[in-house]
């Protein structure tokens, strides 16, 4: 069974930096691309940053400069340091795992953790 569970969501002020983390279990973490998403209310899920199992990274452009996507394969676990946040990274953050399994391609997501930046 495959679970990914993210962790570190919380409230924080403006300008405030918060470490999620992703801990996953079920599939072979080294081989997947990982992911962070988020969502707020009333609008699309949208990629945050993804770093592929050879540790190329992607960012949207609303958290470059800010937020740094890493991972750790001996422990299972992906990481999102958010520094400088801004009340518009309020969101839902959800962990994604992509890979191919028996060439076929399998998808998996968190059940998300609450970022709420605010004064």
């Known amino acids: 069974q495959v679970q990914l569970v993210e962790s570190g969501g919380g409230l924080v002020q403006p300008g405030g930096s918060l470490r999620l983390s992703c801990a996953a279990s079920?599939?072979?973490?080294?081989?997947?691309?990982m992911g962070w998403y988020r969502q707020a209310p009333g609008k699309q899920r949208d990629m945050v940053a993804t770093i592929t199992r050879g540790a190329m990274t992607t960012y949207a452009d609303s958290g470059k400069g800010r937020f740094t996507i890493s991972r750790d394969n001996a422990k299972n676990t992906m990481y999102l340091q958010m520094n400088s946040l801004k009340p518009e990274d309020t969101a839902v953050y959800y962990c994604?795992?992509?890979?191919?399994?028996?060439?076929?391609?399998?998808?998996?997501w968190g059940q998300g953790t609450q970022v709420t930046v605010s004064s």
């Open positions: 994604n795992a992509v890979g191919m399994v028996y060439g076929l391609r399998s998808d998996y």
């Open positions: 079920g599939i072979i973490f080294s081989t997947y691309t």
